[in-house]
């Protein structure tokens, strides 16, 4: 079957950069998510890759993608405190459901 | 569009009650994925339906649990009888597939979630 896994927290200072990192078992996922999920709220999409794609950079955030390991990782640059939420890997193919890692909570200090 | 949207958005309930959670998805989404979060388990697949039909419901815990998609614009998870294992917080979220290529087919728009507490 399908698994994801995360490291549970990362804490970090504001300026910082963060790494957030995540293995999966799916060889044949299509696509690969990080989403974000705020206090109280559901979960947004923040940023997904390719499984043909092995980078993949917006803005602050910059998705690297190992295929042959099956490790996805979320560089975060210049960490802000608003960026303090728990972050998700999922993966997929096509026409079928996320499945989800546990989570990283991201902590951000001032 | 206002998004997926979930009621009632906290529940409290006493064990041995029925609990029945209910979704709006996005109009027009055919896909429609229940999610349960807790801090153990993290973020978990109940069941997910394709234009109203359930596709895949391996990760409804046991047969307290049922959910029915009558039309394509609502949906429930019941739990019957409850139980205070069942207190989680439970996401409802929808997805369009279209025969482009690129995840808007499947991003998923998650609801606000139901926070459940059974006593």
């Given at each position: 079957?399908?698994?994801?896994e995360?490291?549970l ?5 504001e300026?910082?950069?963060?790494v ?9 996922s299509?696509?690969?998510?990080w989403?974000?999920?705020?206090p109280?709220?559901?979960?947004q ?17 910059t998705?690297l993608?190992n295929?042959k ?28 459901a996320?499945i989800?890692g ?5 902590s951000?200090?001032? | 569009d ?16 029925e609990?029945?959670?209910?979704c ?15 801090m ?8 997910y339906f ?16 049922s959910?029915k ?9 019941k739990i019957?009888?409850s139980?205070?294992r069942?207190s ?7 997805s369009?597939s279209?025969p482009?290529?690129?995840p808007?087919n499947t991003e998923?728009?998650f609801?606000q ?7």
């Amino acid at each position: 079957g399908e698994d994801v896994e995360q490291s549970l927290f990362l804490s970090v200072r504001e300026g910082d950069s963060s790494v957030i990192n995540c293995t999966y078992t799916d060889s044949s996922s299509t696509y690969l998510y990080w989403y974000k999920q705020e206090p109280g709220a559901g979960l947004q999409l923040l940023t997904y890759i390719f499984s043909n794609m092995d980078m993949k950079q917006d803005q602050r955030l910059t998705v690297l993608l190992n295929k042959k390991d099956k490790h996805l990782s979320l560089r975060i640059a210049d960490t802000q405190t608003g960026d303090s939420a728990i972050y998700f890997c999922a993966e997929n193919t096509a026409g079928t459901a996320l499945i989800f890692g546990k989570g990283t909570t991201l902590s951000v200090s001032s | 569009d206002a998004g997926v949207i979930q009621s009632p958005r906290h529940e409290v309930t006493e064990m041995g009650q029925e609990v029945t959670l209910r979704c709006k998805p996005i109009s027009g989404h055919d896909y429609l994925f229940w999610y349960r979060q807790t801090m153990m388990r993290g973020l978990e697949l109940l069941i997910y339906f394709n234009n109203n039909v359930p596709i895949d419901d391996s990760g409804m815990p046991e047969d307290r649990f049922s959910a029915k998609m009558p039309n394509a614009s609502f949906s429930t998870l019941k739990i019957q009888p409850s139980e205070p294992r069942d207190s989680a917080v439970y996401f409802c979220a929808s997805s369009l597939s279209t025969p482009l290529p690129g995840p808007s087919n499947t991003e998923a728009f998650f609801g606000q979630g139901t926070r459940l507490t059974v006593v």
